[in-house]
């Protein structure tokens, strides 16, 4: 089985740091599509704790310019960092690698509506006030928001639960 998702220009965001971690991020993808039985697990534990910090550095971005802790990016964030570590548990315990690699696709479906849709609005965000990622140095601080930022950056904001919900139905 073979993932369909591979890094191309409609998934580049023009940052630079964020960009290379969402290519990490569809490396270790495929290397959960492409690991035999034996080395799958240990292959999604990389996945996710590689997606552990990924989130934890876009949250991190999200608080220094002004993105409320509480935001449905955020949100979504912990919801599919939760289904992750499900998934985890539940082959170990299981031993179901089909689960696994139904879980993975649906993974990668829903990594490319996010990357386009709340990673972008971000990314434009970031830009936007001059934020190094870095530094964490917010260049034009006279850009940052009066009040936080609640929705997901963007004009409109899917709910956290619409956006996860194939990869939930199946953990």
Same mark, same amino acid.
């Given at each position: 089985?073979s993932s +369909?998702?591979l890094?191309?220009d409609? =998934?580049? =965001? %023009?940052?630079?740091v964020?960009d290379?971690?969402?290519r990490?991020?569809?490396?270790l993808l495929?290397?959960v599509d492409?690991?035999a039985? =034996?080395?799958?697990l240990?292959?999604? *534990?990389?996945?996710?704790?590689?997606?552990q910090?990924h989130?934890?550095r876009?949250d991190q971005?999200?608080?220094? +310019?002004?993105f409320?802790?509480s935001?449905?990016?955020s949100?979504?964030?912990?919801v $599919? =960092? *939760?289904?992750v570590?499900?998934v985890?548990?539940?082959v170990? *315990?299981?031993n179901?690698?089909?689960?696994l690699?139904?879980m993975? *696709?649906q993974l %990668?479906?829903?990594? $490319?509506h996010?990357?386009?849709?709340?990673d972008?609005?971000?990314?434009?965000?970031l830009?936007n006030?001059?934020f190094d990622?870095?530094? %964490? $140095?917010v260049?034009?601080?006279?850009?940052?928001?009066a009040?936080?930022v609640h %929705?997901?950056g963007?004009?409109?904001?899917?709910?956290?639960?619409h956006?996860v919900?194939?990869? +939930?139905s199946?953990?």
């Amino acid at each position: 089985m073979s993932s +369909t998702l591979l890094w191309s220009d409609s =998934l580049a =965001l %023009g940052l630079d740091v964020m960009d290379e971690t969402h290519r990490e991020f569809i490396a270790l993808l495929e290397q959960v599509d492409q690991a035999a039985e =034996l080395d799958i697990l240990p292959a999604w *534990q990389r996945l996710a704790e590689h997606t552990q910090n990924h989130f934890d550095r876009e949250d991190q971005w999200m608080r220094s +310019t002004r993105f409320s802790s509480s935001n449905c990016h955020s949100m979504q964030h912990q919801v $599919v =960092l *939760q289904v992750v570590r499900e998934v985890a548990s539940r082959v170990q *315990q299981s031993n179901d690698i089909a689960m696994l690699r139904d879980m993975s *696709q649906q993974l %990668g479906q829903w990594f $490319v509506h996010h990357a386009q849709s709340m990673d972008a609005a971000l990314a434009l965000h970031l830009r936007n006030v001059g934020f190094d990622p870095l530094t %964490g $140095v917010v260049h034009m601080p006279d850009a940052l928001p009066a009040d936080l930022v609640h %929705g997901c950056g963007g004009i409109s904001c899917d709910s956290p639960d619409h956006a996860v919900a194939g990869a +939930t139905s199946k953990a």
